[in-house]
């Protein structure tokens, strides 16, 4: 299983919030600062076409999932998935 969060470290609750919560549930994750790398903005907005940040992409077993945004339901799942 492979968790990626993208965010801005600065003045994102919601990507502080969303970090929080897998965290909290012993899940590991990687961070990438869209701020700071010009790959990770490109990927995120041209490639999955978001324009906010949290954007988190979970991947298991040759399954992928992303969303953008606080999103408790998806992040429920993935920990759900995490434990199954």
């Given at each position: 299983?492979?968790?990626t969060l993208y965010?801005k470290?600065e003045?994102?609750?919601?990507?502080?919030k969303?970090?929080?919560?897998?965290?909290?549930?012993?899940?590991?994750?990687?961070?990438?600062?869209?701020t700071?790398?010009?790959?990770a903005l490109?990927?995120?907005t041209?490639?999955?076409n978001?324009?906010?940040?949290?954007?988190?992409?979970?991947?298991k077993?040759?399954?992928?999932?992303?969303?953008?945004g606080?999103?408790?339901?998806?992040?429920?799942?993935?920990i759900?998935?995490r434990?199954?």
């Open positions: 299983m492979t968790l965010i470290p003045g994102c609750w919601q990507c502080t969303t970090k929080d919560l897998f965290t909290k549930a012993g899940v590991q994750f990687d961070t990438v600062d869209v700071t790398n010009d790959n490109a990927y995120i041209e490639e999955l978001y324009a906010q940040v949290p954007v988190v992409v979970y991947e077993d040759g399954s992928e999932d992303h969303w953008s606080l999103n408790p339901d998806k992040i429920k799942q993935v759900a998935r434990t199954a």
